[in-house]
């Protein structure tokens, strides 16, 4: 006995008289869920391993090369006794016996306050000046060659004009913050500034723009990349001059403690002072740096 099935013309199993198969049986099975899962584990545990190997190899190298140098000597002192050392100094940091007399978190916050206030006023002047002289070409002739005749100078050969003008130490300290953080500001801002596109200009001229809302809405956000990057630049350089200028007018400050320290021929303190003034560098550039990815963007 033989049993024929017939399709109508609108049975939707049947396209010009050929049958079709379900989706589910034509489809690709789809890919299992964990070896996806698995796979994405392993990339990511790959990626935080060369994040994080190459830097604690190149530091443990560091600690063998300085732990190897100092085996057999009297006077430079160990890794591990400038550990001992660094355990103790931190166990109260804050401690104040006398002006003079403070702990090395009094002094990284002195240096820091410091370091605030000279780069703050950097840029109060060297932003604005940037954008004009970016903006208008005979400003910018006027003055890059005042520009390039004042930055090659050694930050702290402006030390003793600031000595013999505010007649006080921590204002000429803040004054030599504020000479050397200036020069990366306005170059990085001028150039950013001369780099915006024309096209982006002459809409603005076509639009009847005034010249701050040129500023504010065209020319702030172009060159936003660039200024942040002057700005890391000088909190860099901001850092690195402050110790040697702490050193040289006394008071309280990270400067004047390693000073200190090496009065008191106490050369573990000495080193760790060279840890914390890397370290609160190395915060500083890398805050800045999110700050700059924040804002950078891809043409």
């Known amino acids: 006995m033989v049993s024929a099935v017939f399709h109508t013309p609108f049975d939707p199993a049947t396209r010009h008289g050929v049958t079709l198969l379900p989706e589910a049986a034509t489809s690709a099975p789809p890919e299992p869920v964990a070896p996806r899962r698995a796979w994405r584990e392993r990339m990511a545990g790959r990626a935080i391993a060369l994040a994080v190997i190459?830097?604690?190899?190149?530091?443990?190298?560091?600690?063998?090369?300085?732990?190897?140098?100092?085996?057999?000597?009297?006077?430079?002192?160990?890794?591990?006794a400038t550990w001992d050392s660094a355990r103790e100094l931190f166990a109260d940091p804050f401690y104040r016996k006398s002006p003079n007399d403070q702990g090395i978190g009094w002094n990284i916050l002195a240096?820091?306050?410091?370091v605030a206030l000279g780069f703050g006023l950097a840029a109060?002047?060297?932003?604005?000046?940037?954008?004009?002289?970016?903006?208008?070409?005979?400003?910018?002739?006027?003055?890059?060659?005042?520009?390039?005749?004042?930055r090659p100078v050694s930050p702290l050969a402006w030390l003793p004009i600031g000595l013999l003008v505010l007649k006080s130490a921590n204002p000429a300290a803040i004054w030599t913050i504020f000479i050397c953080s200036i020069w990366p500001m306005v170059v990085n801002t001028s150039i950013?500034?001369?780099?915006?596109?024309?096209?982006?200009?002459?809409?603005?001229?076509?639009?009847?723009?005034?010249?701050?809302?040129?500023?504010t809405r065209i020319l702030f956000p172009a060159v936003l990349p660039y200024l942040l990057t002057g700005v890391r630049l000088s909190?860099?350089?901001?850092?690195?001059?402050?110790?040697?200028?702490?050193?040289l007018t006394?008071?309280?400050?990270?400067?004047?403690?390693?000073?200190?320290?090496?009065?008191n021929l106490n050369v573990p303190h000495i080193l760790i002072a060279i840890f914390v003034i890397g370290?609160?560098?190395?915060?500083?550039?890398?805050?800045?740096?999110?700050v700059a990815r924040r804002f950078s963007f891809e043409e």
């Open 111 to 114: 240096s820091l306050a410091r």
């Open 279 to 290: 370290i609160v560098g190395l915060l500083l550039e890398q805050g800045l740096m999110l």
């Open 124 to 150: 109060l002047v060297g932003i604005p000046l940037g954008f004009l002289i970016g903006r208008f070409a005979f400003l910018n002739r006027m003055v890059s060659p005042l520009i390039s005749l004042l």
């Open 250 to 263: 006394g008071g309280v400050g990270i400067g004047f403690w390693v000073w200190d320290e090496w009065n």
């Open 192 to 215: 950013g500034v001369q780099r915006v596109p024309q096209d982006y200009l002459n809409v603005a001229r076509v639009l009847n723009l005034s010249e701050w809302k040129v500023i």
């Open 235 to 247: 909190v860099g350089t901001a850092w690195l001059v402050i110790v040697a200028a702490e050193m």
């Open 54 to 80: 190459p830097p604690v190899a190149g530091i443990g190298l560091l600690i063998g090369i300085w732990a190897l140098c100092t085996m057999k000597s009297n006077t430079f002192p160990t890794p591990a």
